[in-house]
Protein backbone atom coordinates (compact mmCIF):
# COMPACT_ATOMS: atom_id res chain seq x y z
CA UNK A 1 0.00 0.00 0.00
CA UNK A 2 1.44 3.71 -1.25
CA UNK A 3 2.07 6.19 2.01
CA UNK A 4 -1.08 8.62 0.47
CA UNK A 5 -3.58 5.43 0.92
CA UNK A 6 -2.49 4.41 3.92
CA UNK A 7 -2.82 8.33 5.47
CA UNK A 8 -6.27 8.10 3.75
CA UNK A 9 -7.02 5.27 5.73
CA UNK A 10 -5.65 6.96 9.25
CA UNK A 11 -7.70 10.14 8.25
CA UNK A 12 -10.96 8.14 8.38
CA UNK A 13 -9.75 6.22 11.55
CA UNK A 14 -12.11 8.57 13.73
CA UNK A 15 -15.12 6.53 12.99
CA UNK A 16 -13.53 2.87 13.23
CA UNK A 17 -13.75 0.85 16.04
CA UNK A 18 -11.24 0.40 18.65
CA UNK A 19 -10.13 4.07 18.39
CA UNK A 20 -8.05 5.17 21.42
CA UNK A 21 -7.56 1.56 22.76
CA UNK A 22 -4.69 -0.13 23.31
CA UNK A 23 -4.04 -4.13 24.41
CA UNK A 24 -0.63 -5.15 25.40
CA UNK A 25 -0.09 -8.97 25.07
CA UNK A 26 1.96 -10.40 27.63
CA UNK A 27 3.44 -13.59 27.62
CA UNK A 28 6.63 -16.08 27.28
CA UNK A 29 7.61 -17.66 24.09
CA UNK A 30 5.14 -20.35 23.55
CA UNK A 31 2.24 -18.93 25.54
CA UNK A 32 -0.22 -18.79 22.91
CA UNK A 33 -0.48 -15.05 22.40
CA UNK A 34 -1.05 -15.27 18.23
CA UNK A 35 -4.22 -17.40 19.13
CA UNK A 36 -5.67 -14.21 21.11
CA UNK A 37 -4.83 -11.88 18.04
CA UNK A 38 -5.93 -14.47 15.20
CA UNK A 39 -8.99 -15.98 16.92
CA UNK A 40 -10.31 -13.27 19.16
CA UNK A 41 -9.27 -9.82 18.27
CA UNK A 42 -9.77 -10.83 14.18
CA UNK A 43 -5.70 -10.26 12.76
CA UNK A 44 -4.93 -12.40 10.61
CA UNK A 45 -2.56 -15.73 12.21
CA UNK A 46 0.93 -13.87 11.36
CA UNK A 47 -0.28 -10.22 10.83
CA UNK A 48 -0.43 -7.98 8.27
CA UNK A 49 3.30 -7.74 6.78
CA UNK A 50 5.28 -4.67 5.29
CA UNK A 51 2.95 -1.52 5.17
CA UNK A 52 -0.13 -3.08 5.09
CA UNK A 53 -2.86 -0.94 6.86
CA UNK A 54 -5.74 -3.64 6.90
CA UNK A 55 -8.19 -3.60 9.60
CA UNK A 56 -9.44 -6.73 11.75
CA UNK A 57 -13.01 -6.05 12.42
CA UNK A 58 -11.90 -5.49 16.39
CA UNK A 59 -10.75 -1.77 14.69
CA UNK A 60 -6.95 -3.13 16.36
CA UNK A 61 -3.57 -3.21 14.33
CA UNK A 62 -0.73 -5.38 15.24
CA UNK A 63 2.18 -3.73 16.33
CA UNK A 64 4.78 -6.57 16.32
CA UNK A 65 7.95 -7.61 14.67
CA UNK A 66 7.76 -11.08 14.26
CA UNK A 67 5.96 -11.70 10.82
CA UNK A 68 8.61 -9.57 9.11
CA UNK A 69 11.71 -10.87 11.21
CA UNK A 70 10.52 -14.42 9.75
CA UNK A 71 9.92 -12.62 5.86
CA UNK A 72 13.36 -11.29 5.94
CA UNK A 73 14.74 -14.73 7.12
CA UNK A 74 13.29 -16.38 4.74
CA UNK A 75 14.02 -13.86 2.10
CA UNK A 76 18.07 -14.50 3.62
CA UNK A 77 18.23 -18.04 2.77
CA UNK A 78 17.49 -18.98 6.52
CA UNK A 79 15.24 -21.63 8.21
CA UNK A 80 13.28 -19.32 11.17
CA UNK A 81 12.81 -23.01 13.07
CA UNK A 82 16.98 -23.18 12.59
CA UNK A 83 17.52 -20.40 15.35
CA UNK A 84 17.35 -22.82 18.00
CA UNK A 85 20.17 -24.59 16.73
CA UNK A 86 22.28 -21.82 15.56
CA UNK A 87 25.92 -20.75 17.29
CA UNK A 88 25.98 -17.72 19.18
CA UNK A 89 27.72 -15.65 15.82
CA UNK A 90 25.67 -17.42 13.76
CA UNK A 91 21.84 -15.91 15.57
CA UNK A 92 24.30 -12.68 16.24
CA UNK A 93 24.13 -12.24 12.57
CA UNK A 94 20.29 -12.69 11.61
CA UNK A 95 19.36 -10.34 15.06
CA UNK A 96 22.06 -7.70 15.69
CA UNK A 97 22.96 -5.10 13.08
CA UNK A 98 21.24 -2.79 10.95
CA UNK A 99 20.42 -4.53 7.82
CA UNK A 100 19.93 -7.98 10.14
CA UNK A 101 16.43 -9.70 9.57
CA UNK A 102 15.36 -8.71 13.53
CA UNK A 103 16.66 -4.67 12.98
CA UNK A 104 14.70 -4.64 9.20
CA UNK A 105 11.72 -6.24 11.12
CA UNK A 106 12.08 -3.63 14.00
CA UNK A 107 11.57 -0.84 11.71
CA UNK A 108 8.83 -1.61 9.81
CA UNK A 109 7.39 -2.01 13.18
CA UNK A 110 7.85 0.98 14.50
CA UNK A 111 7.11 2.96 10.63
CA UNK A 112 3.49 0.84 11.15
CA UNK A 113 3.44 2.17 14.98
CA UNK A 114 3.78 5.38 13.99
CA UNK A 115 1.09 6.16 11.47
CA UNK A 116 -1.53 3.53 13.48
CA UNK A 117 -1.14 6.63 16.51
CA UNK A 118 -0.86 9.43 14.27
CA UNK A 119 -4.66 8.68 13.51
CA UNK A 120 -5.39 7.07 17.14
CA UNK A 121 -6.05 3.38 15.67
CA UNK A 122 -6.66 0.56 18.08
CA UNK A 123 -3.63 -1.11 18.87
CA UNK A 124 -2.86 -4.62 19.19
CA UNK A 125 0.74 -4.61 21.21
CA UNK A 126 2.31 -8.07 21.06
CA UNK A 127 5.56 -8.53 22.77
CA UNK A 128 6.76 -10.52 25.85
CA UNK A 129 6.81 -8.68 29.01
CA UNK A 130 9.90 -9.46 29.64
CA UNK A 131 11.37 -5.73 29.94
CA UNK A 132 8.87 -3.89 32.26
CA UNK A 133 10.58 -0.24 31.74
CA UNK A 134 9.70 -0.38 28.18
CA UNK A 135 6.03 -1.15 28.28
CA UNK A 136 5.39 0.76 31.32
CA UNK A 137 7.32 3.90 29.09
CA UNK A 138 4.93 2.94 26.25
CA UNK A 139 1.63 2.98 28.40
CA UNK A 140 2.54 6.12 29.82
CA UNK A 141 3.22 8.03 26.32
CA UNK A 142 0.08 6.12 25.10
CA UNK A 143 -2.16 7.40 28.16
CA UNK A 144 -0.52 11.07 27.49
CA UNK A 145 -2.75 11.42 24.08
CA UNK A 146 -5.86 9.63 24.92
CA UNK A 147 -5.60 6.25 24.87
CA UNK A 148 -6.96 3.30 27.32
CA UNK A 149 -4.78 0.83 28.09
CA UNK A 150 -5.40 -2.93 28.85
CA UNK A 151 -3.07 -6.15 29.60
CA UNK A 152 -3.79 -9.93 28.38
CA UNK A 153 -1.31 -11.78 30.54
CA UNK A 154 -1.08 -15.24 28.60
CA UNK A 155 0.44 -17.85 30.74
CA UNK A 156 2.36 -21.08 31.05
CA UNK A 157 4.40 -23.19 32.82
CA UNK A 158 8.24 -23.19 31.86
CA UNK A 159 7.89 -27.04 30.91
CA UNK A 160 5.08 -26.02 28.42
CA UNK A 161 6.66 -23.25 27.07
CA UNK A 162 9.88 -25.70 26.04
CA UNK A 163 7.57 -28.24 24.58
CA UNK A 164 5.39 -25.56 22.55
CA UNK A 165 8.86 -23.95 21.65
CA UNK A 166 10.37 -27.04 19.96
CA UNK A 167 6.54 -27.02 17.36
CA UNK A 168 6.93 -23.48 16.74
CA UNK A 169 7.92 -22.83 12.91
CA UNK A 170 10.32 -19.87 14.82
CA UNK A 171 12.06 -21.70 17.21
CA UNK A 172 13.88 -19.92 20.28
CA UNK A 173 17.36 -21.52 21.84
CA UNK A 174 16.14 -23.40 25.02
CA UNK A 175 18.26 -21.07 27.14
CA UNK A 176 16.90 -17.74 26.06
CA UNK A 177 12.98 -19.57 26.16
CA UNK A 178 13.60 -20.22 30.18
CA UNK A 179 15.38 -16.60 30.41
CA UNK A 180 12.79 -14.87 29.14
CA UNK A 181 9.89 -16.90 30.67
CA UNK A 182 11.36 -16.12 33.92
CA UNK A 183 11.90 -12.56 33.13
CA UNK A 184 8.47 -12.56 32.43
CA UNK A 185 7.09 -13.83 35.64
CA UNK A 186 9.30 -11.55 37.42
CA UNK A 187 6.99 -8.82 36.22
CA UNK A 188 3.72 -9.71 36.81
CA UNK A 189 3.21 -8.00 39.93
CA UNK A 190 3.94 -4.97 38.36
CA UNK A 191 1.97 -4.89 35.42
CA UNK A 192 -0.87 -6.05 37.42
CA UNK A 193 -0.17 -2.51 39.68
CA UNK A 194 0.23 -0.77 36.22
CA UNK A 195 -3.02 -1.73 34.30
CA UNK A 196 -4.94 -2.73 37.45
CA UNK A 197 -8.35 -3.40 36.74
CA UNK A 198 -7.51 -3.22 33.20
CA UNK A 199 -5.72 -6.70 33.41
CA UNK A 200 -6.70 -10.38 33.05
CA UNK A 201 -4.25 -13.21 33.57
CA UNK A 202 -4.89 -16.31 31.55
CA UNK A 203 -3.37 -19.71 32.20
CA UNK A 204 -2.82 -21.43 29.20
CA UNK A 205 -0.73 -24.42 30.07
CA UNK A 206 -3.36 -27.00 29.57
CA UNK A 207 -6.46 -25.69 27.86
CA UNK A 208 -7.55 -26.96 24.59
CA UNK A 209 -11.10 -28.63 23.88
CA UNK A 210 -10.21 -31.68 22.19
CA UNK A 211 -12.74 -31.35 19.26
CA UNK A 212 -12.72 -27.86 18.72
CA UNK A 213 -9.10 -27.72 19.28
CA UNK A 214 -9.47 -23.85 21.22
CA UNK A 215 -8.28 -22.84 24.13
CA UNK A 216 -11.12 -23.23 26.50
CA UNK A 217 -10.32 -19.40 27.78
CA UNK A 218 -11.43 -18.06 24.68
CA UNK A 219 -15.02 -16.95 25.73
CA UNK A 220 -13.32 -15.16 28.95
CA UNK A 221 -10.81 -13.43 26.55
CA UNK A 222 -13.48 -12.52 24.16
CA UNK A 223 -15.99 -11.26 27.24
CA UNK A 224 -12.75 -8.78 28.16
CA UNK A 225 -12.13 -7.70 25.17
CA UNK A 226 -15.42 -6.47 24.48
CA UNK A 227 -15.88 -5.08 27.60
CA UNK A 228 -12.80 -3.06 26.88
CA UNK A 229 -13.27 -1.81 23.86
CA UNK A 230 -17.16 -1.10 23.96
CA UNK A 231 -16.00 0.78 27.03
CA UNK A 232 -16.94 5.05 26.43
CA UNK A 233 -13.40 6.67 25.54
CA UNK A 234 -12.60 8.22 29.23
CA UNK A 235 -9.61 10.72 28.26
CA UNK A 236 -10.76 14.12 27.84
CA UNK A 237 -8.20 14.66 25.36
CA UNK A 238 -9.25 11.68 23.03
CA UNK A 239 -12.52 13.44 23.44
CA UNK A 240 -11.35 16.86 22.47
CA UNK A 241 -9.01 15.34 19.07
CA UNK A 242 -12.68 13.11 18.12
CA UNK A 243 -14.71 16.16 17.82
CA UNK A 244 -12.10 18.36 16.43
CA UNK A 245 -12.13 15.48 13.60
CA UNK A 246 -15.84 15.75 13.18
CA UNK A 247 -16.02 19.36 12.93
CA UNK A 248 -13.15 19.45 9.99
CA UNK A 249 -16.02 16.94 8.41
Do not use: H
Request: glycine residues 10%.
Amino acid sequence: MKLKEALKIIDEGVNDPGIFKAIFLSGGPGSGKSFVGSEVVGIPKGGFTGMDMSFAPSGLKLVNSDPEFEYFLKKQGVDPSSLAKMSDAEFKKVTVGTNSPREKAKAIKKAKEKLYVQGKLGLLIDGTGDDYGKISTKVRDLKKIGYDCYMIFVNTTLEVAQERNLRRSRQLPEKMVEKIWKDVQKNLGRFQGLFKQNFIIIDNSDAVIPKAGKPVFAKEINSAIRRFLQSPIKSGIAKMWIKQQQNKR
